[in-house]
């Protein structure tokens, strides 16, 4: 059975041809995508991202099946899978060894934020914080410095801690409106 520190040497040498794109100027930047469908009569939402599916739902008490987590627990999930990844990455890259790792996400979710008498109280996570379990031989000093190297360079990390503005559009579909125009066949359609 391979350990942490086994997978440690393969992403130091992924992290290293990494390097060496980017220092030659071969990497490029990644578009990204998600697209989430919200399923009738239970609306759970689909989460799908390149070959790969995530439930989100929500609690009972939300009118939710309880089939996935909520979307701010998955906000705390993405956070968490990122702080551990980066921790790996500059892990690798630094040499320091890790028996182990382990990253915890805690967060404030209120669901009076925003209404009569709560104003003031976030409608979004809030309190957000993460606690590191790390088993390693490494010396403090070296913890530290790969502890500071995570805060510094964590994606997630930091867009959460330095927001940006995103751009909205909405599409109205009218389905039954396409719907009754394909049972039916204009002219216009035809000669075009």
């Given at each position: 059975m391979t350990d942490l520190n086994d997978y440690l040497a393969?992403?130091?040498?992924?992290?290293?041809?990494r390097n060496a794109a980017i220092e030659?100027?071969?990497?490029?930047?990644?578009?990204?995508?998600?697209?989430?469908?919200?399923?009738?009569?239970?609306?759970?939402?689909?989460?799908r991202i390149r070959d790969h599916q995530i439930i989100s739902d929500s609690p009972p008490d939300f009118a939710g099946y309880n089939l996935g987590p909520s979307s701010p627990e998955l906000q705390l999930g993405v956070l968490g899978?990122?702080?551990?990844?980066?921790?790996?990455?500059?892990?690798a890259e630094r040499?320091?060894?890790?028996?182990?790792?382990?990253?915890?996400?805690?967060?404030?979710i209120d669901p009076r934020g925003g209404k009569p008498g709560h104003e003031e109280t976030p409608i979004w996570p809030h309190?957000?914080?993460?606690?590191?379990?790390?088993?390693?031989?490494?010396?403090?000093?070296?913890?530290?410095?790969?502890?500071?190297?995570?805060e510094r360079s964590c994606p997630i990390l930091n867009l959460l801690r330095n927001p940006q503005s995103i751009r909205?559009?909405?599409r109205l579909v009218d389905s039954r409106a396409a719907a009754a125009?394909?049972?039916?066949t204009e002219p216009e359609a035809l000669a075009a």
């Open positions: 393969e992403k130091r040498t992924a992290v290293l041809a030659s100027g071969t990497a490029q930047a990644a578009q990204l995508k998600a697209s989430v469908r919200a399923e009738g009569r239970s609306g759970v939402r689909r989460l899978t990122c702080v551990t990844h980066i921790f790996l990455i500059q892990a040499q320091v060894p890790l028996e182990s790792l382990e990253v915890e996400v805690t967060g404030v309190q957000i914080a993460y606690t590191v379990h790390i088993d390693s031989p490494a010396t403090r000093a070296e913890i530290d410095a790969l502890f500071e190297a995570v909205a559009e909405l125009r394909a049972g039916t």
